[in-house]
């Protein structure tokens, strides 16, 4: 046990180091008004590290929880009949069962307003994976509640080693040249930030004449939760066999496809992508235009890299 502060004979204490600021950040922590807001469909592990992790920040703070209302939902997603969800009565016992709740609400676009005023929140919690992150985004972008919202990512991941490794050697590159790849492969991995895949989230830029045109990240199609519906299928397929089955969209197919909707010519571009692309869309890129790929982590198969690069395709590694 930490050593106590000590009495400095004066009605003061003394305190040990970093005793004084955890005293503070408690203090900090009490008797707030903590809004949190989501749909919670289903509650797995990410839910669960949340509520573990709030509970333990804000003891003795008044947790208020928004619901979406169905109609809100809908609008939001358009989903069809969720088989996976859990009925709101069902849910809220769950929550309570792991933090004490103050009271419940059914938010939608119409009243959010008025009960965020009302309960008076120093923080607003917004779940990444969850509805609430499409509600923060079309609702929550005025100032007042900018400084007070606060994300917490929900979403499952695979451990990084548990995904196979396509292993190579970074390619040589000055330094200039190195800097000005490193900037458009950084957009790439906050693009890919927006992926609700568990086992890998792939991100995407392509660039001409110095400036993005498109982004992409790998998607779950038709809906952007199915897999946490329906399951993943590639829990029984192993890393690197079968690539194409899969509930995601490939961000390098998804990139020449909205250049063909939007009529774009992929002529003279470079594609920057977080992970080495599968030999479907490495033959895509071969035969699209695209004149350079730059990737930093890999996972391919086959012949994608000299499909590539015997179509004139420059394969950079960073």
């Known amino acids: 046990m930490a050593n106590p502060p000590r009495n400095n004979g004066f009605g003061g204490f003394l305190f040990q180091p970093g005793q004084k600021a955890f005293i503070c950040e408690m203090a900090n922590s009490l008797n707030k008004n903590i809004l949190i807001i989501g749909e ?5 592990r990410g839910y669960t590290d949340f509520f573990n992790k709030i509970l333990k920040r804000f003891k003795r703070s008044n947790f208020y929880f928004g619901f979406f209302d169905k109609k809100t939902v809908k609008e939001m997603t358009k989903l069809e009949p969720d088989i996976r969800k859990i009925p709101i009565p069902e849910v809220k016992k769950i929550i309570k069962a792991e933090l004490p ?7 939608s676009k119409n009243n959010f307003s008025k009960l965020i005023k009302d309960i008076a929140p120093q923080k607003i919690f ?22 007070i919202v606060q994300y917490f990512d929900i979403r499952l991941k695979w451990p990084q080693k548990r995904v196979a490794e396509f292993k190579k050697e970074s390619s040589y590159l000055s330094k200039k040249e190195l800097t000005f790849h490193k900037k458009f492969m950084k957009e790439a991995f906050r693009e890919a930030e ?3 895949c568990w086992w890998r989230r792939v991100g995407a830029v392509l660039v001409k004449e110095g400036k ?24 029984e397929i192993p890393p690197g ?17 909205s250049a063909a ?19 479907a869309c490495a033959k895509s890129i071969a035969l699209s235009g695209i004149k350079k790929l730059v990737y930093s982590k890999g996972s391919a198969v086959f012949d994608g890299a ?13």
């Open 306 to 318: 000299k499909v590539m690069r015997d179509r004139g395709v420059e394969v950079i590694k960073i």
């Open 212 to 235: 993005v045109i498109l982004k992409a990240f790998n998607e779950m199609m038709p809906f952007p939760d199915e897999c946490y519906k329906i399951g993943c299928i590639r829990d």
């Open 101 to 107: 709740v103050k009271k419940f609400f059914l938010f």
């Open 241 to 257: 066999e079968l690539p194409e089955v899969c509930s995601g969209v490939h961000v390098e197919a998804a990139i020449i496809a």
């Open 194 to 196: 927006n992926s609700r």
């Open 40 to 44: 919670f469909p289903v509650i797995h």
């Open 126 to 147: 917004i779940l990444k994976g969850d509805k609430s992150e499409n509600f923060a985004k079309d609702f929550l972008t005025d100032k007042k509640y900018k400084k």
């Open 261 to 279: 909707r939007e009529g774009m010519s992929l002529q003279n571009t470079a594609m920057y992508v977080t992970h080495f692309p599968c030999p």
